[in-house]
């Protein structure tokens, strides 16, 4: 059996100590890293190892054995100057794959330059889910995939129930793809033509935003 992955979060803000306890309570070795021995104090008993240290120090990256992490996630927000020192630390040590949290786009793109695996914008991210949700309360989340694709999930209208994919022509109609429907936490992947949908389904839909955002307001109106 393969060895459970390795995780080692910097900065114990509100989004690192949750990716941390996240981790922590799926079963996976965590290494909580923070600057300030107070962070360290709440969060230590709630993963592995919770260490006080500061990640543009490299020596104590490495005296920590930060390489030998298989991912390593920096949530460091305000200090931006911090966070771009510690990914280039990290990259130049070797980590196998470093995730980091962006303040703004700027922010984001020289992370990426610089080598970052993943960049994530964790309040930008949750702002359009809420803004979506705001639209239509059938958009129980929405995914970007890129700047111009996302995935939605939403709840079936009732005009829908009863009905089967082909009579719907979701793809005809809005130009979005059904790519699963959800019930009470089964999942139906690649559904057929004729699968009818059933009262509290919830359609996972892929497609272009513009298409996407039709469809969410032709939902909010029935
Ligand atoms: P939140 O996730 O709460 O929105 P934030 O984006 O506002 O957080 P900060 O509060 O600026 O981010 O930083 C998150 C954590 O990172 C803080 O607990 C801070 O002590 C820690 N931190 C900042 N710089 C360093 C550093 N050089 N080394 C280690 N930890 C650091």
Same mark, same amino acid.
């Given at each position: 059996m393969p060895t459970k992955k390795q995780y080692a979060i910097i900065g114990m803000g509100r989004f690192g100590s949750s990716v941390a306890q996240s981790l922590s309570k799926m079963g996976f070795e965590v290494l909580a890293i923070d600057s300030s021995e107070q962070k360290i104090q709440e969060i230590v008993n709630m993963v592995t190892h919770a260490v006080s240290a500061d990640s543009t120090d490299e020596e104590a990256l490495k005296a920590l054995g930060i390489r030998n992490f298989d991912v390593v996630v920096v949530?460091? +927000?305000?200090?931006i100057q911090a966070s771009i020192l510690t990914t280039l630390i990290l990259k130049d040590l070797g980590v196998p794959k470093i995730v980091v949290k962006a303040q703004n786009e700027l922010h984001g793109k020289v992370l990426s330059k610089i080598g970052a695996d993943k960049v994530v914008f964790p309040e930008r991210d949750m702002g359009t889910r809420v803004a979506h949700n705001l639209i239509s309360p059938n958009i129980l989340d929405h995914i970007e995939l890129s700047d111009d694709h996302s995935i939605v999930e939403m709840r079936v209208a009732?005009? @829908?129930?009863?009905?089967?994919l082909k009579e719907l022509d979701i793809r005809a109609r809005y +130009?979005?793809?059904? @790519?699963a429907i959800k019930n009470n936490g089964k999942m139906n992947i690649s559904p057929y033509a004729e699968d009818r949908l059933k009262d509290g389904d919830i359609l996972v839909l892929v497609g272009e935003n513009e298409h996407l955002q039709k469809m969410e307001l032709a939902y909010s109106e029935s």
């Open positions: 949530a460091i +927000g305000q200090d009732s005009f @829908m129930i009863g009905k089967n +130009g979005c793809n059904v @790519m």
